[in-house]
């Protein structure tokens, strides 16, 4: 690590920590996007189409497994240093990726909370159709 007294990144806890931080929020977007998945696939084999609340609920689980996953990835840049945003480094392109995709309009974090949040209180029909 520049500008340190460690001969290897890893032994750095200051990377260590970073490092569980972002494993932690990557699993919890991978559990949050698997539930979903699965109660779709289970709706569908069923024949039955889901209704409001859990929609909502899906939609919020996209919002959180999208904003965890970026916070993840911005966690690992900053771990790898200036060298993560070279052209050359493919870890700047998934940063961009993932940037640009939790940014989409199905997806957006804030208006899935809202959705989730009303359909809790039973509001519902308020924010989307897309829901």
Not at 23 to 42: C, G, T
Not at 79 to 93: D, I, K, M, T
Request: aromatic fraction near 6%; charged fraction near 20%.
């Amino acid at each position: 690590m520049t500008y340190t007294f460690y001969d290897n990144q890893a032994a750095a806890p200051t990377t260590q920590l970073a490092v569980a931080q972002a494993a932690s929020l990557i699993d919890s977007a991978q559990l949050h996007a698997y539930r979903a998945a699965a109660e779709i696939d289970e709706a569908a084999a069923q024949g039955t189409y889901l209704d409001y609340d859990a929609r909502a609920r899906m939609r919020m689980d996209t919002g959180v497994a999208a904003v965890n996953a970026r916070a993840a990835i911005r966690i690992l840049v900053s771990v790898h240093g200036a060298g993560s945003f070279a052209e050359a480094n493919p870890l700047q392109r998934i940063w961009r990726d993932s940037e640009a995709g939790s940014r989409h309009a199905l997806v957006n974090p804030e208006v899935s909370t809202e959705v989730y949040g009303k359909s809790l209180l039973g509001i519902r029909g308020t924010v989307t159709e897309l829901v």
